[in-house]
């Protein structure tokens, strides 16, 4: 317990997403990835040294309960969450099926208020939202980018395309209140529009975290015209694939300033059953943008209202 504790404290003074897994945490994370895990439905993240909500997954219990993007969560179950680490957070909001945990929240504009929320098995459907608008334009959702992602969204577009006749004349990709996930989906992705340049590069103190990833010919979808529709929730996965697309005037970006997740986490086996969770570069958009902090400003800017569809 002692090690463990020296190991966490020291992860938690780097940065907020530098964290050390216990084997059981280090098991939900390999879950997690995959699209089923149980808990309230929520990405969390620490901004200004307060417990900030990036987004709720759809279908949750916490997009249910009307948790939104840029809450700060003041207390859990009564606890808390100054100086609170994110591993530590996520493990107080976890639990078994039925249980119930109270979040007290501080929203813009608001006082605190207390949000009770009823933990259930979270089962994330990546591609959704599949639509046709007029026979002609496809809208498909991504709520988050997990194994299978670029697969999933290659086979609804395959869809929308039959229904529509032959080629869509134009893909609306909604990426709004998507919190990310992996990055090598997010690079698929991207490259289902893009057919040759950088997609996002990573830049690190270290030569080997110094990463390049690039657009290929093969399986890209022409140059059907696009609108990215995104918001204060959409981040890091979700930031590159919007920067991309943006860079390479490849889509028109719609929406609200995305959140700025733009930090790099490597994962660091510790034997067999434990990790460090460990940030170690920054996203850049092809140009050159960093995504941290700043995230991606829309070509247009829509409100969250006038965004609902």
């Known amino acids: 317990k002692l090690v463990e504790g020296a190991i966490g404290g020291m992860m938690s003074s780097l940065d907020p997403h530098s964290a050390y897994l216990s084997p059981e945490q280090y ?12 808990g309230l439905g929520i990405e969390i993240t620490i901004r200004d040294d307060i417990l900030t909500i990036i987004a709720p997954l759809e279908d949750t ?27 530590r957070a996520v493990s107080l ?17 608001r006082d605190l208020f207390d949000v009770p929320i009823t933990r259930e098995v979270i089962n ?16 498909v959702r991504v ?17 929308l ?22 990055l090598n989906q997010a690079v698929k992705v991207a490259d289902l529009f893009i ?12 030569e080997s975290q110094n990463q390049r990833f690039f657009a290929q010919v093969d399986g890209t979808r022409g140059d059907t015209p696009m609108v990215v529709m995104v918001d204060e929730g959409s981040a890091s996965a979700s930031e590159i694939v919007a920067g991309a697309l943006q860079d390479h005037e490849r889509a028109i970006i719609l929406g609200e300033p995305t959140f700025g997740k733009g930090s790099v986490q490597t994962i660091l ?21 960093s995504i941290q902090a700043t995230g991606i400003q829309p070509d247009v800017v829509v409100g969250r209202e006038a965004q609902v569809a």
């Open 61 to 87: 219990p916490a997009a249910k309960a009307g948790i939104k993007p840029l809450d700060q969560i003041v207390k859990i179950d009564g606890v808390l969450s100054k100086g609170m680490t994110l591993t």
């Open 27 to 38: 098991k939900e994370l390999q879950v997690e990835t995959r699209g089923s895990f149980g």
């Open 195 to 206: 057919d040759a340049g950088l997609i996002v590069y990573t830049d690190g103190r270290m």
């Open 269 to 289: 086996p510790l034997g067999s059953d434990s990790a460090l969770r460990l940030t170690t570069a920054r996203y850049y958009t092809p140009s050159g943008r």
């Open 124 to 139: 994330v459907k990546s591609v959704k939202d599949i639509k046709l608008y007029d026979g002609r334009y496809g809208h």
């Open 93 to 109: 909001m976890r639990g078994p099926k039925g249980t119930d945990v109270i979040l007290t929240l501080r929203r813009e504009g």
């Open 161 to 182: 395309d039959e229904e529509a006749g032959g080629d869509l004349e134009g893909v609306l990709l909604d990426l709004r209140r998507n919190p990310g996930g992996l």
């Open 143 to 159: 709520a988050q980018f997990q194994e299978g992602t670029a697969r999933e969204l290659r086979e609804a577009l395959g869809k």
